[in-house]
């Protein structure tokens, strides 16, 4: 077999180099478009774990939202909110 010429060496070691170059910059890309999906993933996990230590307290968060209903369930949650801050100034 024949030794490749000293210009095809470089040659290939350019292009070896440009597509390590390029291969890091998708990699970062990439990591950079997966970074708001990681974000969701990890508040999904932390409610998660949540619910697992906590199941009585989950039951009873759903069940008061079943019986009451969401939309009626928020507007008390707004009217205390805003009671609790009145009353804690």
């Known amino acids: 077999m024949s030794r ?8 290939l070691a350019l292009r070896r ?3 390590v170059e390029r291969s890091a910059a998708q990699r970062a890309a990439l990591v950079a478009s997966a970074e708001p999906l990681l974000r969701k993933a990890q508040a999904l996990d932390r409610v998660v774990g949540y619910v697992q230590r906590n199941p ?6 759903t069940a ?11 507007e008390v949650a707004g009217r205390a909110a805003r009671l609790y801050f009145l009353l804690r100034r």
């Open 64 to 74: 008061v939202t079943v019986l009451f209903g969401s939309r009626r369930l928020l």
């Open 17 to 19: 180099r440009e597509l």
């Open 56 to 61: 009585v307290l989950a039951g009873a968060a």
């Open 4 to 11: 490749p010429s000293a210009s095809h060496e470089v040659s």
